[in-house]
């Protein structure tokens, strides 16, 4: 049983960057696969990255690779989403998801979701 909570949204101009945070809280946290996906509105829930649970394997979608940095802390559980270079097709809500199994590019695979934060990027 994992509840995360996002963290670290708000607006930034064009080439800005933020850090967004994922606080769990729950037993075993280390043992969860995390994922980071997104939402604008009308469109569908997008995959962003995702991590292993020891944190060794990172994974990216097109859109945000090299520019976009996933991490996790398992003594503090917390999970991170570095973004960087933001233009305003970033701007969504950014949800953080947990798994028992391998992390996934697919929503639907995470049986754990954080509320949201929203992140908005100006021109």
């Known amino acids: 049983q994992v509840q995360l909570v996002e963290s670290g949204g708000g607006l930034v101009q064009a080439g800005g960057s933020l850090r967004l945070s994922c606080a769990a809280s729950?037993?075993?946290?280390?043992?969860?696969?995390l994922g980071w996906f997104r939402q604008a509105p009308g469109k569908e829930r997008e995959y962003v990255a995702r991590?292993?649970?020891?944190?060794?394997?990172?994974y990216y979608a097109d859109s945000v690779k090299g520019r976009f940095t996933i991490s996790r802390d398992n003594a503090k559980n917390t999970a991170f989403l570095q973004m960087n270079s933001l233009n305003t097709e970033d701007t969504a809500i950014y949800y953080c998801?947990?798994?028992?199994?391998?992390?996934?590019?697919?929503?639907?695979?995470?049986?754990?979701w954080g509320q949201g934060t929203q992140v908005t990027v100006s021109s």
């Open positions: 991590i292993s649970w020891s944190g060794t394997n990172t």
């Open positions: 729950g037993r075993t946290f280390s043992s969860y696969s």
């Open positions: 998801a947990a798994r028992s199994g391998s992390s996934s590019t697919v929503y639907g695979a995470y049986k754990y």
